[in-house]
């Protein structure tokens, strides 16, 4: 199993992003995909995931309506749009994948509950 993140970068305050994460080696369509990140001396950090069905589920933070997951099954590939991008979102931004079942939202905010992680793209944002 191998999952792929890219797409970070060094860019200014109020500037988009768009990340991509390729998974091979496992049945795409069968798994939750997430997004987490970790920025200096911090822990890591959910920032939203999306069902098999594109079901998306985020948690309230100062991310909300700034930060948006899509998935492409036919490419394997899951998508996290960072918009309107501050300082505070410097981080190391990581995809992962857990097998698809009926969960509560506040579920896929652990870390623990995820089986496969991507190596992670570094994203900085100056003032």
């Known amino acids: 199993v191998q999952l792929q993140a890219f797409g970070g970068g060094s860019v200014e305050t109020g500037d988009s992003l768009r990340l991509s994460c390729l998974v091979s080696g496992l049945t795409f369509g069968n798994f939750d995909m997430a997004w987490f990140r970790q920025g200096p001396e911090k822990e890591r950090e959910f920032v939203g995931a999306?069902?098999?069905?594109?079901?998306?589920?985020y948690k309230t933070t100062a991310m909300q309506g700034r930060f948006f997951t899509s998935r492409d099954n036919a490419k394997n590939t899951v998508y996290l749009q960072l918009t309107k991008l501050k300082p505070e979102d410097t981080a190391v931004y990581y995809c992962a994948a857990t097998i698809a079942m009926h969960r509560g939202g506040y579920e896929y905010y652990s870390p623990t509950l995820y089986s496969n992680w991507g190596q992670g793209t570094l994203v900085t944002v100056s003032s």
């Open positions: 999306i069902t098999p069905t594109g079901g998306r589920i």
